[in-house]
Each structure stands twice: as structure tokens, then as C-alpha cells.
């Protein structure tokens, strides 16, 4: 789940995280009135979504007046980043920044630890220093058992900055910063940038975070800003009626019984040139209900070319599964053509079940993927 950084920037204030105070409005009168009221001459107007670059995008603009605070303000908001229709803004005071840095906490899989990760070329361009000079990149893996004791928060600090003054500002805020983390079951903290101001502050003027789906029950607080879009709806549906669901873009629609095996499915659609367009784990039930509402999951998505139904028959019964296409297709109808593979427990009744009908029934998992990839690009032609 993800937050706005002017959410982010509450959680940074609550945990002693030093920000840039910021307004958010709606609308371009809104602005102008939060911009008189701030002591700051300089302000900044930026996009609220949830997705990155939006200084790129022309999301992020500094304005000097309240003419230019509403001129600016009407062009952000309306616009679209990366899919994302800009809805609010955030009238930040201006900051002078004398330098750039980069910070964050976030799960590594491969260490199987949090890790802290800096850079003093902090910005727009991070994704741009990581590419190309991984060196200025530093990491750090986090005991879980030990946390950030001074020694290693200072350690952290002195990676960033070699003023002492400075050190002194920002080993607290990494430790606060980790036990953000930490307490609200984050998946991602992140400051970018993190900036020493003229005056030798050290401010975070920009804050992302993310969080574990998994534990958003233990913090209504977090869940009270969850704003899902379709896909997350649709994804959070699938949750409610028993399904695991990734919706992925590709064309080939899958229903499979068993993570492994879905797993195993996109990755031969992707060997065959298809392109899968969700991952879709409909577990070891034989309810023929759960087979219907899966039905009606896939074909809702219209980039779907082709269902492809990969069932291996262990809890599962292959004839459950048959009896609920057959039902499904009772309450609606589709041109989109269904390839099916059933093998395992009752997969002779199953298959005899499917005669006459209008799926396209395979042995194997080859020969399945292989038949779905093939009507998909016939449906390109």
C-alpha cells in the first residue's frame, strides 16, 4: 500500500523527522489562501499521486506570488502522471538548499533484512547515479536483533556528510527513521532529497512510504489513507472471495489452482512469446463458485485475448472445476476463446464433461500454453 507524501511528511513529524511545512488543497483558490498565510515568499506546488517523477512529469513548480501560486496550481492540478489524474496539491514553503542527498529503509530479500541505503547525490536523478555510478550508492543491512544502536547511526551519517554539525542532525533522524519503519510495518521509508539548507539544516522535503499489505490490520491509522485504484480494487476483491490475483497487462488471462503452478504457467507463457495478464491463484477449493467469479475476474479485463485454465487435480476435483465453467458460462457469454487443461483427481469426468462445448481441452501444460499463445497472436491478425 502507498501513501501520499504529504502523509509520509505527518508520519516523518510525528517520529521527530525534521520537513518542510506544507499545505495541501484541492483547488487553486485554496492555494493562494494557504500561501498567504505562510511566512515563506517562495513556495512550491506539488502533485500529490502515488507514483514518482513527478518533477519531470511538470508536477512540482515554484511560485513567488499569488498569481503565480494560482497559475501554477491550475496547471498541475488535472494533469496526468503515469495514469495518475493529480486531484490535490501540496503548497510547500520554499527551502534554500544548498545540497542534495538520498536516504531510505526497505526490505531486502536477499539479505532477508532491512536495509539503509544512501547517496550523496540525492534528486531527481538517484535512478540515473545507481545505473551509472553504483559506487556513490551506500548499504547498509540492518540486524534485526540490534537495530540502530549511536555508533552505527552515526557510522550511517558520517557516509552522507563530513561537517560534524551535520552528523549530529541526521544520526537521530536515521534512527527515527528506522523506527518509523519498523512500527508501522513499512515496506519502503524514503527521503529524497534529503537537504542541507543554507543555513545548515538538515531537512527531508520529500517522503515516500510504503507498506506491507499483510499487516496494514494492525494500523487503522494506515489503512484510513488507503486509496485503491482498479487494479487494487480489483486485486482486493479477488483477496475477499479467496483468490490470490496480480493483474500483470499481458493478454492471456490465467486461472490455475496452486501459487507454484501459476507461477510456473506465466513463466512457459513468457518461453512460448505470450505475454501473461494476471496471476490468478484460485487455491485447492472444488467450490464450481469460486470458478465462476474467477470467470468473471479475467473477463473483465479488457486487454484479455485468451483464458487460459492450467488445473492440476489434487485437492481440486477436475469435474468440480468443468461443472463451474459450465455454469459460469450459463450466466454470461464471451467471444474470448477458453483454453483448458485439467489433469489429476476426476480428470476424466472433467474432461468428458467439457465435450461439445467450446473450450478449447489440452493434456498437457505445453500443449495448453502452446494453443493460448497461438490464439492470442491470431487475435493481433
Same mark, same amino acid.
Given at each position: ?13 510525528? *517520529? =521527530? ?31 500529490q ?16 506570488s ?31 538548499i ?16 532491512v ?6 547525490? =540525492? ?5 540515473q547515479?545507481a ?14 536483533f ?8 552515526r ?67 494506515v ?12 486485486? /482486493? ?20 489452482? =496452486? ?6 504457467t ?5 518461453? *512460448? ?29 479488457k ?56 473450450? /478449447? ?12 499463445v ?8
Amino acid at each position: 500500500m502507498k501513501i501520499h507524501e504529504y502523509q509520509a511528511k505527518d508520519f516523518f513529524t510525528a *517520529y =521527530g523527522i525534521p520537513t518542510a511545512n506544507g499545505v495541501v488543497c484541492t483547488d487553486s483558490d485554496s492555494c493562494v489562501a494557504a500561501y498567504l498565510q505562510m511566512k515563506s515568499p517562495v513556495v512550491v506546488i506539488k502533485a500529490q499521486v502515488h507514483t514518482g517523477g513527478r518533477g519531470k512529469a511538470g508536477g512540482v513548480k515554484v511560485a513567488r506570488s499569488s498569481d503565480e501560486v494560482k497559475e501554477r496550481a491550475d496547471a498541475i492540478l488535472g494533469m496526468d502522471i503515469k495514469g495518475f489524474k493529480v486531484d490535490r496539491v501540496m503548497v510547500a514553503e520554499g527551502v534554500n538548499i544548498a545540497s542534495e542527498y538520498y536516504i531510505s529503509f526497505v526490505v531486502d530479500r536477499n539479505t532477508k533484512s532491512v536495509v539503509l541505503i544512501m547517496s550523496r547525490e =540525492g534528486g531527481m536523478d538517484i535512478e540515473q547515479v545507481a545505473a551509472e555510478t553504483p559506487e556513490k550508492i551506500h548499504r547498509i543491512s540492518i540486524d534485526p536483533f540490534v537495530g540502530i544502536p549511536d555508533f552505527l547511526a552515526r557510522k550511517a551519517a558520517f557516509m552522507l556528510f563530513d561537517d560534524i554539525a551535520l552528523v549530529r542532525q541526521a544520526a537521530p533522524l536515521i534512527q527515527n527513521m528506522y523506527k518509523l519503519f519498523v512500527e508501522k510495518d513499512a515496506s519502503l521509508v524514503e527521503i529524497n532529497p534529503l537537504v542541507v539548507t543554507n543555513d545548515s539544516k538538515v531537512l527531508a522535503i520529500d517522503g515516500k512510504m510504503n507498506f506491507d499489505d499483510n499487516a496494514i490490520y494492525r494500523h487503522p491509522d494506515v489503512e484510513a489513507m488507503f486509496e485503491p485504484t482498479d487494479e487494487e480494487k480489483k486485486e /482486493h476483491d479477488a483477496k475477499s472471495k479467496g483468490f490470490s490475483f496480480v493483474h500483470l497487462g499481458g493478454e492471456i488471462g490465467c486461472m490455475v489452482n =496452486g501459487a507454484g503452478l501459476a507461477m510456473a504457467t506465466m513463466d512457459m507463457i513468457k518461453l *512460448y512469446g505470450g505475454e501473461p495478464a494476471n496471476f490468478l491463484d484460485i487455491g485447492g477449493s472444488s467450490n464450481p463458485n469460486k470458478v465462476i467469479e474467477a470467470m468473471k475476474l479475467l473477463l473483465s479485463d479488457k486487454e484479455v485475448k485468451v483464458v487460459l485454465i492450467n488445473i492440476f487435480g489434487g485437492i481440486t476435483r477436475c469435474d468440480d472445476v468443468a461443472r463451474g465453467l459450465i455454469e459460469a458460462f450459463k450466466q454470461f457469454k464471451t467471444e474470448i476463446p477458453i483454453v483448458i487443461r485439467l489433469t489429476g483427481t476426476n480428470e476424466k469426468e472433467g474432461r468428458e464433461m467439457l465435450k461439445g462445448t467450446s473450450f /478449447h481441452s489440452a493434456q498437457t501444460m505445453s500443449e495448453a500454453i502452446i494453443k493460448a499463445v497461438e490464439l492470442s497472436k491470431t487475435d493481433k491478425k
